[in-house]
């Protein structure tokens, strides 16, 4: 209750906990993978924590819990066959994103292999809407 009657305090606390429901992270330019100083919301700031997640190996660096990042260094330079290493990509990049609350789900994945450059390109469902990932890795 508060000291002022004409004043809502529920109707404050709404808006704030609304506010802070909506993800922000600092832009990235995915061309060049620099910070370009401004920050975005919602569906963009997704797009941030995905990239950054999917470059971050998980657990080489202190900085980040074991729940950030993927495990695609176990699969470069390794015999595996093609349809193992496909699966294992799926399997590690659900892995990475789902422990996101905002991301809902990972589908329509498609893998492709070039000679030593992996491409996988996939949707992601979030509370904002989908996003499209197009990811490269080499030396897998």
């Known amino acids: 209750m508060s000291l002022f009657p004409f004043i809502d305090q ?3 606390k709404e808006a704030i906990i609304e506010e802070n429901k909506i993800p922000v992270e600092y832009e990235i330019d995915f061309e060049t993978g620099k910070l370009t100083g401004r920050t975005v919301k919602g569906k963009e700031a997704i797009k ?8 971050t190996e998980r657990y080489k660096y202190l900085i980040y819990t074991w729940d950030h990042g993927v ?3 176990e699969l470069i330079n390794k015999n ?10 799926q399997r590690y990049i659900k892995e990475a994103l789902l422990v ?4 809902k789900g990972v589908n329509n994945f498609s893998v492709t292999f070039n000679k030593k450059l992996l ?5 992601v469902v979030t ?5 499209d990932i197009h990811d ?5």
Do not use: P, Q
């Open 10 to 12: 529920e109707d404050k």
């Open 48 to 55: 941030v924590w995905i990239y950054k997640a999917l470059m």
């Open 71 to 73: 495990e695609l260094e």
């Open 80 to 89: 595996f066959d093609r349809a193992f290493i496909e699966s294992e990509v």
């Open 100 to 103: 996101n609350d905002y991301i």
């Open 119 to 123: 491409t996988c390109d996939f949707t």
């Open 127 to 131: 509370e904002f809407g989908e996003v």
């Open 136 to 140: 490269k890795r080499s030396n897998l």
